[in-house]
């Protein structure tokens, strides 16, 4: 059976130092490939533009909300 866990256990576990630098890894890795194969082009012409450089922003974020996303998860769920 699932506990519920609250907000404030979420957040806390989110920010432990070993889950933050684990999922600031996974983006830069994770990010970083899947700029280049969506922005690469446009990064080596040198055509960015505002609305490039949000999507290309985005492009990291992703994977560091997923990562931290299962990690919160995983140390949850070990925790019951």
């Known amino acids: 059976m699932s506990k519920q866990h609250s907000v404030r256990d979420i957040l806390n576990t989110a920010r432990s130092p070993a889950i933050f630098q684990r999922s600031v890894k996974v983006a830069?890795?994770?990010?970083?490939?899947l700029m280049l194969i969506n922005h690469g082009d446009a990064l080596l012409a040198g055509n960015l533009d505002r609305y490039s450089i949000i999507k290309i922003l985005l492009t990291?974020?992703?994977?560091?909300?997923v990562s931290t996303q299962a990690g919160v998860a995983t140390t949850l769920e070990l925790k019951q």
């Open 28 to 33: 830069l890795i994770v990010g970083s490939i």
């Open 60 to 65: 990291y974020i992703v994977p560091f909300l």
